[in-house]
């Protein structure tokens, strides 16, 4: 069938004086299947897209080419105006005549022009018509792990009317919190409470994932508990799997022992001081020694100097090489620690710590007084080094998702901060995604919360249908792009008894293009960034070459 | 009761909250005080070398461009909140914008009304390349008509007759069940420490300034003559962990470290310092290149307490050297200080508008640490670094908080 | 200002090297008008026969410009098209074809500069001579 295509041209306000419109209008009407030039001088406001769309009923026009300013500017106006004159809003093309033309050339640049919008016309002749549609999705979301990021999560959501799925692996909720005094507190036994207590969040303690299939909307899961493997269907998932404290007896060159204590042990003590044969005289902190990059350290070791002083009136020493005081009240704590008489020595090299007389000897060079100085401690607290918790390569490997480069959740791909995933429909909050604390975990719960609810809230989302598509005829069911896909769009899917062909989930796919550019068998067909159009657009420069 | 929702405040936060409610189907009202959205990361500079740095500069323009083309979202530029009242579910909110002579609406960005205007400097400006919306400027300061005299050039030549010189401040109303504050920062201003020169010699820089310079240019010349840096030196804490500035303004190190790496990386025999007292490197991203700047880069632990400039141009920076014990004197060619990030100063008119508090180090305050976003006022909630120091993800994440927050108070209005 | 058959064929992806374009034009950074910008959602979807066929009529040259490694928004996207035009260059030079002539580069969206940069170096090193 013929195509009508429409060429509308934008001086902007006749202002683009090194483009001689007439000429430009000239040869265009000259191109296949142009059946209207037409010249105008604000497209982008109302009343040219008035214009504009009177000019496409009257002309019976089903191909609209626009060359004006960046389409960053005004394709999706121009897009709406398309579907109000009946047109399907894919029948686009667009050619930047303003910035990347008129604007970025000295002297006369007709012949640019005319040719981009050639290419713009050459290229509305491989467009088909996409249509929206909705597809369902599955509200019901997975959270894993039953720390307090992933039960903060769990709550919300409940509050906000969606079903969740706790899953835990050790015994109980509460993570690696529980029964810390942290600060800000955390109300770890009320969420705890709150959570028996809704309907809406199934918990499954002592559960593992096994298998994970599918994409956003409609997650196939697998979970593991005790003898019995469960299957469920979950539109979106959160991970909230913390993060393991590990101390590195390297570090100290000394075996952690009943001197060189854990912030675990310290918590212990300070709950119940009276039970200590003899009251520490020197408690020191040691800092920077495994890692110097990680906040959540310094935090521990303040809030805990703090709570020294004030039960056991000890002499606390805090050894570190820089303090980490960029999260929000740390600096005040740091002084308020100080002015309580907490002594802080700084150091460039590290200390060398070792036993002595069953005490901790700790020597160092103290930058401050540029002195060695020798502190004699009753206890050290040992850093600990913030590492991903047990098995979250294998977890990530169950849904397909990237880790970053210390093998904690979440690429470090500022695109997906804060709490996303390149697969939709996944997040990652808390510790799990590398070294945090309590506040900014506290904020990435609320925008995950918030993203999933958008997603799942409305229990159907829109979709450009088949977009990006592959044909069943000549997939060959390579797995390339499988593979390939960053955002793990792609599935395989039985077509018949003998057959299964991959398939792109439209809710998915991010519209990148890599798979329709990697597939061997030219299967994949992107619309609008489809081989033909691509094509078209490179010939049109050839035509005048 | 209402369901829609008020951001105050253009910049990433605001724009993550508005976007998160519009996205949920709320009608959000998003103000700015500018003529145009994008707050400071928008004018920022891509800080990347071989490889990204993580500074998340990228990710601004798809946002504002998301908020210029959603249908829920309505953006009122040169506009402020003049007054409140009602409550949660129920604000009465009363914008005050000022006279838009060009309204951005009817502007197509043409230039031809710069290109007539007489008056030197103009006064008509083009908008800043990353400007949403892209339209041009009026500086009533400067315009001829407006103080009284006869000009009506760029008026006659606007191919659409958008400049209306009859426009007046204009009051609305808005009803809107949630409110979020997202106002931003300002920058401590570097003056105040005139021991460091920063106002006196060209070449002493501040952060800021190297944004806006590598977003502009792409490289850095010295302003002095315009010959490539030799030695340069970063001074850290500029306007934060000291007497009146109790905290850590959290974007510094990260920043200071990552132009130290650039300059380096297009200057290969350039010597970079940099002078601290505590080197906040963590975050995720951040410590595979920190590692790798320790070969090239010299730190060092001492800020210095005077900045002289010699007869030969150069700049002569007195300090001491912590590690060493030593106060020594260097010359640099290049002095930038990190200054850091300060609340503004007109917070309080607005605190006082609104009733919500001031914080200690006169941030807005946010009721309980564990949720840096409620106030003291149920339904005004805080995104941003109007809250409190925060880089550009962190504050992107505390903005879709406070969408979370608001929404959570809207969806009990419906 | 070249004029003539010197065109070099830039594909430019969205979310970067297509906005720095967008942003030079805006800033009025005059660069040589024989290039054809041809926007793609990610440079990651740039085919060998895309870049073939540039070549084939007639193209001086050809620039494959996207993200940062490792702020390519598709993640793999930048790193997919550089081993694509590594590969293309190998297949150019067995027909003659100078490996200069291809070239893939990372920008942000602000860097307007760059992006001049880029045009006029590529303009310049495939120069009718």
Known sequence: ???????????????????????????????????????????????????????????????????????????????????????????????????????????????????????????????????????????????????????????????????????????????????????????????????????????????????????????????????????????????????????????????????????????????????????????????????????????????????????????????????????????????????????????????????????????????????????????????????????????????????????????????????????????????????????????????????????????????????????????????????????????????????????????????????????????????????????????AIGESL | METSSLVIGGGVAGVAAALALADNGSQVYLIETEPSIGGWAASFCCKATDVCTKCSVCVVPQKLQQVAIHPHISILTDSMVAGLSGGIGNFKVEVLQKPQYIPPERCIACGMCAEVCPTEPKAIRSPSPEAVPYSYVLDESRCLRLKGETCDLCRDICPTNAIDFNHEPEKKELGVGAIIVATGFEVFDAREMGCLGYGRYPNVLTGLDLERIFNREGYLKLPSNGKDPKKVAFVQCIGSRDESHGYCSQVCCKYAIRFARLIKYQNPNAEVTIFYIDLQTAGKGFAQFYEECQKNIRFVRGLPVEVLGTSSGELEVRFENISEGTVKRETFDVVALSVGISPKKDSWDLARTLGINLGECGFFDAKEPLNSNETNVEGIFLAGTCQGPRDIPDSIAHGMAAAQSAMEVLERCK | MIRGNNKIVAFCCENSAYLAADKAGRMRLHYPDNVRIIRVPCVGRVDLIHILKAFEKGAAGVLLIGCHEGACQHLTGNTRAKERAAYARNLLKEVGIDEARLRMANIAPDMAQQFVREIEDMTEKTKER
């Open chain 1, 1 to 539: 069938m013929q195509i009508r295509i429409g060429v509308f041209l934008c001086d902007c306000g006749k202002s683009l004086s090194n483009i001689d419109f007439p000429k430009v209008s000239e040869r265009a009407e000259k191109l296949q299947d142009v059946v209207h030039v037409g010249l105008h001088s604000n497209l982008c406001l109302k009343e040219g897209i008035e214009e504009m769309l009177s000019t496409i009923r009257d002309g019976a026009i089903d191909r609209v080419v626009i060359a004006a300013c960046s389409p960053k500017l005004k394709e999706d106006a121009f897009r709406n105006a398309l579907e109000e004159a009946g047109l399907n809003s894919n029948f686009l093309s667009l050619a930047n005549i303003r910035e990347q033309c008129s604007w970025a050339h000295e002297g006369d640049v007709t012949e640019k022009a005319l040719e981009l919008t050639a290419m713009a016309v050459e290229r509305a002749r491989f467009l088909k018509p996409l249509v929206k549609k909705d597809v369902p999705v599955n509200k019901e979301v997975l959270v894993v792990g039953g720390g307090f990021a992933g039960m903060k999560v769990a709550l919300d959501l409940a509050n906000l009317g969606l079903r969740t799925t706790l899953v835990e692996r050790g015994l109980a909720l509460g993570g690696r919190l529980e029964g810390f005094e942290t600060n800000p507190a955390v109300p770890i036994n009320s969420m705890r409470k709150a959570i028996e207590e809704n309907r809406d969040i199934e918990v499954l303690t002592s559960a593992e994932l096994t298998r994970g299939e599918g994409e956003v909307g409609d997650f196939s899961i697998r979970i593991k508990k005790g003898d019995e493997e469960l299957s469920r269907s979950f539109g979106a998932i959160i991970f909230a799997t913390g993060y393991r404290p590990e101390i590195s007896p390297g570090d100290f060159q000394l075996r952690p022992g009943v001197n060189l204590i854990s912030q675990e042990k310290l918590t212990e003590i300070l709950k119940a001081p009276e039970r200590l044969e003899l009251r520490p005289k020197t408690i020191g902190f040691v800092l920077d020694v495994s890692d110097e990059n990680c906040r959540l350290p310094t935090l521990s070791a303040l809030n805990d100097a703090l709570a020294v002083k004030e039960r056991l009136g000890s002499e606390v020493y805090v050894f570190c090489k820089s303090l980490k005081v960029d999260s929000e009240g740390v600096e005040e704590v740091y002084r308020e620690a100080r002015d309580r008489g907490v002594v802080f020595v700084k150091f460039e090299e590290r200390p060398r710590i070792c036993s002595e007389d069953g005490r901790v000897k700790v020597e160092l060079n103290d930058i401050l007084l540029g002195d060695e100085i020798t502190v004699f401690c009753d206890f050290l607290v040992a850093e600990e080094r913030i590492m991903p918790s047990e098995g979250t390569e294998a977890l990530s490997s169950i849904l397909k998702m990237r880790i970053d480069s210390r093998g904690f959740c979440q690429d470090e791909n500022v695109h997906l901060y804060p709490v996303s995933c390149e697969r939709k429909g996944i997040f990652c909050v808390g510790a799990c995604r590398g070294d945090l604390d309590i506040a900014r975990a506290s904020t990435d719960v609320a925008s995950a919360v918030l993203s999933t609810y958008e997603l799942l809230a409305p229990g159907t989302a829109i979709v450009e249908a088949e977009r990006v598509k592959v044909d069943p005829e000549k997939c060959r069911v390579c797995l390339t792009c499988i593979r390939v896909c960053p955002h793990g769009a792609i599935r395989l899917v039985r077509v018949d008894t003998e057959r299964e062909v991959a398939q792109i989930s439209d809710l998915a796919c991010e519209g990148c293009g890599i798979c329709a550019a990697i597939c061997p068998a030219k299967a994949i067909d992107f619309e609008g960034y489809g081989d033909e159009q691509i094509l078209a657009e490179v010939q």
